[in-house]
């Protein structure tokens, strides 16, 4: 299988980046995954037209070839980044690669709680009617303490963390699989998802 991995910030210095590199090595024998950065992209400005940017448009490419998202959040204020937030609004306003993309959500923090509360607002972001994101249920993997977390060469230290990872991503592989299987027999219609709208749907419910 083939993952895209989002840094959910532009930080230069984020133990999330970290974390899914640790990711991509630790599991390179059970999937390719390549790690994007989100640093570039521009802050969404809602084009009329609808075109995204270049560097979006690759990023949005890159999704939709892939079998899956992983995304790492820091949490800022009991939510997620602002540039995360912006990346998300640019995937939802133009391309949609995400309507029923398989997502893992995985977080890293200097605290205590690994973004825990970051973790619940993006679920419910990425269950957006332009993003309709499927999202593996019942699964959290957070890692607080995260300045310690890893040593000089990227390793993540934590025993424990490194197996509820392991756990955390069999299931991801097991949910991708399944999900992409049923979405493929039950043939739900991505493309109409993809065209969505807000005004449509108020005209339409004022109409009833």
Known sequence: MKFVAIVGTNSDRSTNRKLLHFMRTHFAEKAEIEVCEIKSLPAFNEPKDKTPPATVKELSDKILAADGVIIATPEYDHSITAALKSVIE???????????????????????????????????????????????????????????????????????????????????????????????????????????????????????
Not at 98 to 110: D, E, F, P, Q, T
């Open 90 to 208: 640019w995937l939802s306003y133009t391309t949609r690669p995400l309507i029923n993309k398989c997502v893992m959500i995985v977080g890293a923090s200097h605290g205590m709680l690994g973004s825990s509360r970051a973790q619940a607002h993006l679920r419910q972001i990425l269950d957006a009617p332009e993003l309709k994101a499927r999202i593996m249920p019942s699964s959290e993997f957070l890692l607080g303490q995260s300045l310690q977390a890893f040593d000089d060469q990227g390793n993540l230290v934590y025993a424990d963390k490194v197996k509820e990872l392991d756990e955390c991503f069999d299931e991801f592989l097991l949910f991708v699989s399944i999900t992409n299987q049923l979405l493929k027999t039950a043939k739900i219609n991505t493309d109409q998802n993809k065209k969505f709208s807000w005004k449509q749907a108020a005209e339409e419910g004022a109409s009833l």
